[in-house]
């Protein structure tokens, strides 16, 4: 990836050696303009500039200032070249060059003309250019800002606006909006921030999820992929080692891209979660989402499967590069082994769609962090889930004693608004053994959806104990599901608490 300083570099050389053309392939003709601006005042190079706009002016000296040539700006630039050798001479606009056309021909000519005279041409344009034309000189692409540029853009809009608005952030929120921002232009950077700054009277630390939801918005929609807006505020009981893993991974996945390369590492890449159904595997992604304030993905893998021979592979390749392009983001993939798990040789379009989402895994550097659950963990291909595709598999079987207290202090709080302590908690902690999250969730709100609008009655406890008593739990209804994966989990896997 061509960042601004490779690109300043590159052109500065090509300048020196007299290359007659050079073209950079870029629609940010603005960066172009700062980026000579900067070589000009470095030395004693000058550029005369043309846009339709601005016409003719000078960058590196005042002898020029919108001189009017819109009738033939090539035929002016001919004659410039025939008076004076060592012309740098930029067109900001150009016409259809990528064919034989009249223009085309004409540029050419200037061309032969700038080889005599030693005069170089540089061309600002992201269109295809004729190979007539190409061929005298040399292509750069201009990439959107790296990482450390938008860093330091952030860095300087906020200089810029400090005491006229409040300003949040930190350090490490900088560093975050500056993944955030990937894939934007520099102009599309600065429009974001202006209307965060006077959207919100502000940047505030909540601004982060808004810049990322605004990235969507540049591409078009994917069938299967699909954006998981944030509803509430998420909570999970438990899982304190998950938790902690996540919190330190947090801080890798958001350093800045030179210093991961500096260390030979990578941003991690996510979590496979197995484990038992109804004990928080796919509410992980949603908490993961709202603790790095990141946009959160669902991608629905089985939608790119299509009984057309290569459509499935080629549904898959556009759902990953839409991914890239909104990244950074948490992508969710719910029971990934009902659509990945296909081994035998009756499917082999099920095999080059998992060949091509392993091989996106393996080698995509953009920041993704994968949550992906599975129930059946062994229907799933090795290769799937060895170390480098997932960062590290969990395994979340049924919650524990102060794990069931935790969920049970927070359902009935949220859905009962009041709390139960002592002896009357512990009985139902003791009640609800062998229960999922989902099973106490169960339970909790069938009393809630009875005691709706009331004050607490006296028997809530009562009614709750008796709801509980109903529950048909997990550990009853598949007791061979539930030992099997207890057993792979603890052996193959690291558990989540």
């Known amino acids: 990836m061509a960042n ?12 020196q050696a007299r290359v007659p053309l ?22 004693s190079m000058t550029f ?12 590196g000296d005042d002898s020029l200032r919108g001189l009017d040539v819109d009738e033939d700006p090539l035929g002016y630039f001919l004659s410039q070249v025939r008076k004076k050798k060592g012309l740098n001479i930029v067109l900001g606009d150009v016409g259809k060059i990528s064919e034989s056309s009249f223009y085309a021909k004409e540029l050419r000519n200037l061309l032969y003309l700038a080889m005599q005279h030693e005069s170089v041409v540089i061309l600002v344009t992201d269109e295809p250019v004729w190979s007539h034309l190409s061929n005298f000189g040399m292509i750069i692409t201009l990439d959107p800002p790296d990482e450390q540029e938008r860093v330091a853009q952030i860095i300087a809009f906020i200089k810029r606006y400090q005491g006229v608005f409040p300003m949040e952030w ?3 929120d900088v560093l975050q909006a500056g993944a955030v921002l990937g894939g934007f232009t520099r102009m599309q950077i600065d429009n974001i921030l202006r209307t965060e700054i006077i959207a919100g009277k502000g940047l505030y ?39 902690d893993w996540l919190s330190e991974k947090r801080k890798l996945f958001f350093l800045p891209e030179n210093t991961l390369r500096e260390y030979d590492l990578k941003a991690p890449k996510g979590i496979l979660m197995v484990g038992v159904p109804g004990c928080g595997k796919s509410l992980t992604a949603k908490l993961v989402a709202q603790e790095w304030d990141l946009p959160l993905f669902r991608f629905d893998i089985a939608a790119v499967f299509d009984k057309w021979v290569g459509e499935s592979e080629r549904k898959m390749r556009e759902a990953l590069r839409f991914i890239e392009n909104v ?5 969710w993939i719910d029971e990934i082994e009902k659509v990945l798990g296909t081994s035998d040789a009756s499917h082999e379009t099920g095999k080059r769609v998992l060949g091509e989402f392993l091989f996106w895994m393996q080698e995509s550097d953009a920041k993704v962090f994968m949550v992906a659950t599975a129930n059946e963990v062994s229907h799933l291909p090795y290769e ?21 207290r935790e969920a049970l202090s927070q359902y009935i709080g949220r859905s009962l608004k009041t709390e139960i302590k002592g002896e009357d908690l512990d009985e139902l902690v003791a009640r609800t053994k062998g229960f999922s999250y989902s099973d106490i969730e169960t339970a909790v709100k ?9 004050d607490r009655p006296d028997d809530l406890v009562s009614l709750l104990e008796a709801s509980v008593s109903s529950v048909l739990p997990i550990s009853r209804v598949n007791k061979e599901l539930v030992a099997k994966m207890e057993e792979w989990g603890m052996e193959r896997a690291i558990p989540v608490s």
């Not at 050079?22 to 030395?43: C, N, W």
């Not at 954006?227 to 998950?242: A, C």
């Not at 595709?389 to 049924?398: C, K």
């Not at 069938?446 to 009331?454: F, P």
Request: with cysteine; glycine share 8%; proline share 3%.
């Open 48 to 59: 005369q500039y043309y846009t339709d706009a601005g016409q003719v002016c000078s960058i």
């Open 446 to 454: 069938e009393v809630a959806a009875v005691c709706i609008g009331q």
């Open 22 to 43: 050079v073209i950079i392939d870029t629609s940010e003709r603005e960066r172009v303009e700062f980026l000579l601006q900067e070589i000009a005042s470095a030395g």
């Open 205 to 243: 630390k909540e601004n982060l999820n808004g810049m990322a939801a605004q990235k969507q918005k540049l591409y078009p929609s994917i069938g299967s992929v699909q954006h998981f807006p944030r509803k509430g505020t998420y909570q999970i009981s438990g899982m304190t080692r998950l938790k």
């Open 384 to 404: 799937l889930y060895r170390k480098g595709r997932f960062s590290e598999v969990f395994y979340a079987g049924l919650p524990k004693d102060g794990e069931r």
């Open 327 to 331: 990244s950074p983001c948490i992508l």
């Open 4 to 15: 601004y300083r490779q690109v300043k570099d590159e052109l500065l050389h090509y300048l």
């Open 170 to 172: 930190d350090e490490r």
